[in-house]
Every structure is written in C-alpha cells, then in structure tokens.
C-alpha cells in the first residue's frame, strides 16, 4: 500500500473542539485523498464531540497529551497488572522519561516505514510541539494560525514566552497558513513573516453550497413548525455577544425563535449562567448539549437564518481590545457554515462578515443587537434572493477545496525533494 502513497503529515492541533473544526476535518481527506497518511495529535476530552473520520488514511490520535503543555500523560494499561503499584510509583516518578522515550521511538518507526513529509503545527502550541518532533527527523514544519496571538495584549508569562516561540519558529516555517489577507498582514507584521511564504485558506469546509431545508431543530426542542428559526452556534461568550443577543430576541416577534447552540459540554461558567437567566423560554432555546458532528450541518440546515456577531471589547474595562476578534476576516467558521447551508446571515461590522454582506448581498449588517428584529424582517421579505446569496458567496469566496490547493502543491513540492 505505501507504494502508492506520497508520504506521511502529522497535524499539531492543540484544543478540544475538535469535533466543529469542519474545515480541519475536511482539508486532512483533501490530503488523504492526494495520497498522504495523516495522523491527527490532538488532546483528548470529554466534554467536546469528536469527528469520526471514516477514511483510512487518517489517523486521530489523542493518547499522547504530553505533547502540549495543557496535555496530561495517560496511565498505561500495564500499570494495573501484577505489580501494579509498583509499576505506577516508577511510572509517576519517569514518566515524563517515559513518555519521551516511547513517542520519538513511535514517530522513527513511522519514519522508517513510510517517511513523513511535513509537520503541521496549529496555533502557536501546536507549532512548538510540531518543531519539537520535526528535528529529530529533519522534517519542515508548517505553521497553520487560527487565533492571532498579539504580543501587546499578553500578560501572562507562560503566554509571553510562547509568544517569542511562536515569532522563532514561524518565520523559519516552510510557509504559514492564516485565513484571509487582513489576518495575514496582521501576522506578517507581527512575527516578520515572508509574505511571499505566507497562504490563504478561509476557515470552511469543502464542497458547493446547497439548500438541504430540514426539521431537525423543531423535533430536537419541540418548536412549533410555523416559527422561523434564527441560529447561532458557537462558544457562549463575551466575544461572540451571547447575552446581549438572548435579551435582543425577547423582543421579536412570536414568529421568530432563537437558538444558541453550544461547541462545548461541561458545567456552565458565570457567564453562561447569566444568559441562562436572561433567555426568555417563549424566545429563546439555549442548548449545553453538542450535537455530534455528523449530525452538525443536519441542524445548520433546518435553520432559516444565521447570526455571526463579533464584540473585540473584553467586559474588563481595564483590558485592551482583542484584535483577535477586531480581525475576526475569514476565520468565522459559523459564518461560513450558515452560507454553506445556505442561510442569510445577520452580522456587525467586524471586518470581514460585513464585507462578504457588502459584496454579496447574502445578508444584513447591523450596527447594535436591537436591530436584529429589523433585520429579519428584511431577509424575510427577499428570503429567496438572500439564500441564492449565501450560497454564491460561500462556493465563489470561501470554498475549501479550490483554496487549499495551493497547500497541497506546495506539501507536493517538500515531497518531490524527500
């Protein structure tokens, strides 16, 4: 079989959610269908969906969290035998030894077998940990930027050295990925990049956009069939303006119904316990509980409208402002996943989102949430025409698989000299 095969990329992906990063999922079977073996590091967690990749070439492997410095060393099985505590007083006092030993032993072997191409290291953890594997094979790493991560705004110290890390390793990356050109010049003058190594892929999934209408939310939350449900998926937090949306729609109209949809399980922060007392039940569905991701766009599609707002102020007055969400671009991936589906999209005026709507039309950009029942009713007067929209922004502009190829090429190009 290897004989048929380009090569081996490992991915570096150091957070939880991995289960909504649907253009992750979607560019690692690009890679495998090309012909690479991919093995996906990742940290494992319970509280979060996990994507089921039914494709023989990728490899999710979450039994190595030592791999970030978030991540926990698993006990290995062979601790609980004969012996056991004595097997787990050594392992607890090497395991660090251990665990080393063990995983550059794993990655040699699959060197060996079929050799890797490149490593790619997601966000600033992920790129550590993939330069940190890269040496020992001489491998090239790519670096692949989701958050932005400004050295002005950090504090913290442990944050501040991986921040000098991050600036080290990524601009002796064989190129960098970032979604769209506002984040890449952003990136490029913060770490001294080489714009000409620098590449644009928007966070969104592969394949052209369709309307595929179904009842899927109605029948999960008992909604009546006549309302029309507006969507908002995502983490329930200050950046995304949760609760101001929820206390916005208690003054819609009847017809109209609001669904948050968290990313994450597991109890609910302060924040979250505010919206809860905020959402008004005649209005207002609020859900802790994910959906799987192969049923994610099943619920995507039985909405009839997105909402993909964006606040760059933090509630602590004595915090500056997140450019990370000022730059919010092409990484929104509940905006892209709303126009996959085809659904007219209600956003504010962080840039980006609101230059798709300008361009396209395939939506309304409001300027505060109390102009959100204004907006439906705009939508809903021309709903056809925004939807056709959505759907022509999404394939013309943000459409994974035409984006990504120069990647491939280029991870083609590193193969061709191995």
């Given amino acids: 079989m290897n004989d048929h095969l380009r090569g081996r990329v490992a991915v570096f992906y150091p957070y939880k959610w991995l289960g909504a ?13 090309h012909g690479y073996k991919v093995e996906l590091y990742a940290p494992h967690h319970y ?19 030592m791999i970030f410095h978030t991540g926990m060393i698993r006990t290995p099985y062979w601790t609980f035998g004969k012996g056991g505590r004595l097997y787990r007083w050594l392992f607890s006092k090497y395991r660090l030894l251990w665990w080393q030993v063990s995983f550059r032993s794993k990655l040699h072997n699959h060197h060996a077998t079929l050799p890797y191409v490149c490593f790619i290291g997601m966000d600033p953890e992920g790129l550590v940990a993939a330069v940190s594997s890269a040496k020992m094979l001489n491998v090239p790493v790519i670096y692949w930027s989701l958050e932005l991560l400004f050295a002005d705004e950090i504090t913290d110290l442990t944050r501040q050295s991986l921040k000098q890390k991050e600036i080290h390793h990524s601009r002796l990356a064989y190129f960098t ?22 590449l644009c892929v928007p966070n969104a999934r592969a394949g052209q956009a369709r309307r595929a209408k179904t009842t899927f939310l109605h029948h999960r939350f008992g909604i009546e069939k006549g309302r029309k449900i507006v969507l908002c998926t995502g983490g329930l937090a200050w950046w995304n303006m949760s609760q101001e949306i929820v206390s916005a729609a208690t003054y819609w109209p009847d017809e109209y119904v609001l669904v ?4 994450i399980h597991g109890p609910s922060s302060e924040y979250v316990k505010r919206l809860l007392q905020l959402a008004d039940p005649n209005h207002v569905v609020v859900s802790l509980d994910p959906v799987s991701p192969n049923q994610y766009f099943e619920m995507v599609d039985s909405a009839d409208v997105g909402l993909a707002l964006y606040n760059p102020y933090p509630p602590d007055a004595n915090s500056k402002i997140s450019k990370n969400h000022a730059l919010i671009g092409y990484s929104s991936g509940k905006l892209s996943d709303y126009l996959f589906s085809c659904l007219p999209v209600i956003v504010n005026s962080a840039l980006g989102p609101r230059d798709l709507v300008a361009t396209y039309e395939c939506g309304v950009c409001v300027s505060d949430v109390r102009e959100i029942g204004e907006a439906l009713q705009r939508i809903f007067e021309d709903y056809e025409r925004y939807s056709s929209n959505a759907g022509r922004c999404f394939t013309e502009k943000l459409e994974l698989k035409r984006n990504f190829e120069p990647v491939i090429e280029r991870i083609d190009a590193v193969s061709a000299l191995s």
Wanted: aromatic share 6%; proline share 7%; glycine share 4%.
């Fill in 260 to 263: 948050m949809q968290s990313v």
């Fill in 21 to 33: 990063f649907h253009s992750l999922h979607d560019a690692l079977v690009l890679l495998a269908e």
């Fill in 177 to 198: 990925i970032v979604q769209d050109k506002w984040r890449a010049s952003a990136l490029i003058q913060e770490n001294g990049l080489d714009a000409s190594r620098v």
């Fill in 47 to 65: 509280d979060c969906p996990r994507p089921d990749y039914q494709h023989p070439l990728i490899s999710p492997i979450t039994d190595q969290g």
